[in-house]
Each structure stands twice: as structure tokens, then as C-alpha cells.
């Protein structure tokens, strides 16, 4: 398909468990972000790539999560150690200078992630 | 860092009435401003960009409007159909160093009636 897909859909995990979340951005996008969304909240920032460089991960709440885009296209946002906090939506999107309205993001469907 | 409020939280108005959401930044300083749509359990779908050196872009039955002096922008629907009903957020860009990486608010939760 040709928007940005995130792959599982749903992820239920136990306290303490590793999780890893996968987005596939669109062809050709450079950039990539990750968002956070909490139950009844707008989704908050947490990292962005520029093709394999990671320019900005201020938005990690701790050093349990990790992200990391090797090859420029597929990233994967990892999650150690699970807390009851991290119960959220995961949104991956990506955008393009090049694009016919530059920089605009197109977000994939999202990972909820349920840790119980 | 830009804080984004959008008001009301919610709204719930009868099948065919015009209506208007609001969305307030605080810092004038923005690249562009993006209005989305939200379903239960879905992604965001992008429904309007504005372009800074833009007062307001139009599709379809909705418009929304611009302005960066008073740090503020609407979405307007008009004749509000049940298939409108969903939750509408709003976004604005950080600076360019984290790639435009966007600030939303809390969203509007519409309900159109039948």
C-alpha cells in the first residue's frame, strides 16, 4: 500500500515484558516520528528520524524506550521492561520536504499497546 | 515549547447544523497548522494544512481559517452529517530542528445526531 503502516495492531504485554512496535513509513519519506497517545489525550511527541539519524528523541519519557531506524525506511520503537503507564496508542508517521504540501505528516494506524 | 488548546472538549449538535471548532497556539511563530480527523480505535486522517503565509484552506463542507497575530485557527462544518461525528484535533509544528515534529491539543469530540 502506499500509506504508513505499523505493525501489530494490538499488543497486550505483562508487566515487565519487552515489547518492539514496527511502522513502515511511505516510500521515499525521510522523515519519520513517533507519537505517544494516551486515552482522551492528543498524541505527544517522542522521537524523529531523518532518514537512519535519530536528530531528536527529547520526547522519550524514560531510558526504557528506544528507537531505531538502521536502514532509513522501517523504524522499530522498543519498550523495555513494561509499566502500567505505558498503556497508549503508538502512532508512527512520516513526511517529505518533497512532498507536493512539504513536511506534511500522514500517520499510520497505530499500535494500542495494553500492558497488564 | 508551543502548547495547543482546543475548545470545547466536546460537542454534540443535531444532524444538519453548522458548527465551529476552535484551536488556540501560543506561539505565533508557526511553519503551517494541521486539522485531523480521529475515529475510535484509528489513525489520524489529515483534513486541512494551512500554510502560514495562509488565511484558510476549504474542502468539501469544511473550512478552516488562520490567524497567527491572535494565535488562532477554526474549523468550520458545515451541514453536519452523523458520519462527521469523531474526535478533531489540531497541530502545529515545533521548529525545524526536530523535523516539524507536531503539538496537538486534546481534541474536540463531536457528535452529530440524527
Known amino acids: 500500500g502506499a500509506g504508513v503502516s505499523q505493525s501489530p495492531r494490538y499488543k497486550v504485554a505483562k508487566r515487565g515484558q519487552d515489547v518492539a512496535l514496527r511502522c513502515d513509513p511511505i516510500s521515499g519519506h525521510v522523515s519519520l516520528f513517533w507519537y505517544q497517545q494516551a486515552l482522551g489525550q492528543g498524541p505527544e511527541f517522542l522521537t524523529y528520524?531523518?532518514?537512519?539519524?535519530?536528530?531528536?528523541k527529547s520526547g522519550l519519557p524514560s531510558d526504557r524506550f528506544f528507537a531505531e531506524r538502521p536502514e532509513g525506511s522501517v523504524s522499530t520503537l522498543k519498550i523495555q521492561r513494561t509499566q502500567q503507564e505505558d498503556s497508549a496508542v503508538y502512532l508512527c508517521?512520516?513526511?517529505?520536504?518533497?512532498?507536493?504540501?512539504?513536511?506534511?505528516?500522514?500517520f499510520g494506524p497505530g499500535t494500542r499497546l495494553t500492558v497488564t | 515549547k508551543q502548547e495547543v488548546t482546543q475548545i470545547p472538549a466536546a460537542l454534540s449538535v443535531p444532524e444538519g447544523e453548522n458548527l465551529v471548532l476552535n484551536c488556540s497556539f501560543t506561539?505565533?511563530?508557526?511553519?503551517?497548522l494541521q486539522w485531523f480527523r480521529q475515529d475510535p480505535g484509528k489513525g489520524l486522517t489529515s483534513l486541512l494544512l494551512?500554510?502560514?503565509?495562509?488565511r484558510e484552506q476549504t474542502s468539501g463542507r469544511l473550512n478552516a481559517s488562520l490567524d497567527k497575530s491572535s494565535g488562532r485557527s477554526t474549523l468550520y462544518i458545515a451541514a453536519s452529517q452523523p458520519g462527521d461525528s469523531a474526535t478533531y484535533l489540531c497541530a502545529v509544528p515545533s521548529n525545524s530542528n526536530s523535523g516539524y515534529a507536531l503539538n496537538f491539543g486534546k481534541g474536540t469530540s463531536l457528535l452529530v445526531t440524527p
Open positions: 528520524f531523518q532518514n537512519e539519524a535519530q536528530l531528536d
Open positions: 506561539d505565533s511563530a508557526i511553519y503551517n
Open positions: 494551512i500554510q502560514s503565509s495562509q
Open positions: 508517521a512520516s513526511s517529505s520536504p518533497l512532498d507536493p504540501r512539504p513536511n506534511e505528516q500522514y
